[in-house]
């Protein structure tokens, strides 16, 4: 697992993480089932304090992206409740969809962005 950390950013460690996390699971370089390293080896090896892994963790566990198990640590297991995971969705989009309003940015472009990131993801399908 490769993980950077940008210590100059204003973005939280522990987001930072969990972001990295998410973009692996939907680029396929984590499966359902796989092992994430240990709190304490991941802080190890990117150099950020053990309670910030755990952290990232712990979030990524409430949203439904991991399960965390005394034996095995640290588990990808992806929630398979779309209503909800739709639901999240769109609340989060509401408030990114209103930065795109307050910067006159209009629906076809935010389509187009929408898409070519999207394309980024499903790519990785094709790949298999």
Request: negative net charge.
């Amino acid at each position: 697992m490769i993980v950077t950390i940008d210590f100059n950013s204003d973005e939280a460690f522990y987001i930072q993480l969990c972001n990295q996390i998410i973009f692996g699971i939907a680029n396929a370089e984590y499966r359902e089932g796989d092992n994430l390293p240990s709190v304490r080896d991941l802080a190890d090896d990117i150099g950020i304090n053990m309670h910030t892994v755990n952290k990232a963790y712990t979030i990524l566990r409430q949203q439904g992206y991991l399960k965390l198990d005394r034996r095995k640590g640290a588990v990808i297991a992806v929630s398979a409740d779309k209503y909800k995971a739709m639901e999240e969705l769109s609340g989060e989009l509401r408030v990114i969809l209103a930065k795109a309003v307050c910067k006159n940015i209009s629906s076809d472009e935010v389509h187009e962005i929408v898409d070519r990131i999207f394309c980024d993801f499903c790519s990785v399908d094709k790949e298999k």
